[in-house]
């Protein structure tokens, strides 16, 4: 098994920057993919940004340009770096690890963008 465990989360002024980090542990030679999602208030969870084994990237067309995913080689850390915040980027940010085909979540963390 696989566990995450996210960082980085905070108040942030509309226009400012925040860096998530997420940290795994266990089976991680076992993960296939890794991303973001988030969840806003009243909202469902939707994707943020995913990145692959071979570095490959994908973006919800809310935050391309603005978001940047990234990882270490040995699938230890991933983080998230977001620039350009919008209120609209309120939400819990959690991590999640696809592992032989079994999804895992981080416990979330609170991004709270005031404009």
């Known amino acids: 098994q696989v566990q995450l465990v996210e960082s980085g989360g905070g108040l942030v002024q509309a226009g400012g920057s925040l860096r998530l980090s997420c940290k795994s542990s266990?089976?991680?030679?076992?993960?296939?993919?890794m991303g973001w999602y988030r969840q806003g208030p009243g909202k469902q969870r939707e994707l943020v940004a995913t990145?692959?084994?071979?570095?490959?990237?994908n973006y919800a067309d809310s935050v391309k340009g603005r978001f940047t995913i990234s990882r270490d080689n040995t699938w230890n850390t991933i983080s998230l770096q977001m620039n350009s915040l919008k209120p609209e980027d309120t939400a819990v940010y959690y991590c999640?690890?696809?592992?032989?085909?079994?999804?895992?979540w981080g416990q979330g963390t609170q991004v709270t963008v005031s404009s």
């Open positions: 999640n690890a696809d592992a032989d085909g079994q999804a895992t």
């Open positions: 990145i692959t084994r071979r570095h490959s990237t």
């Open positions: 266990g089976k991680i030679f076992s993960i296939n993919l």
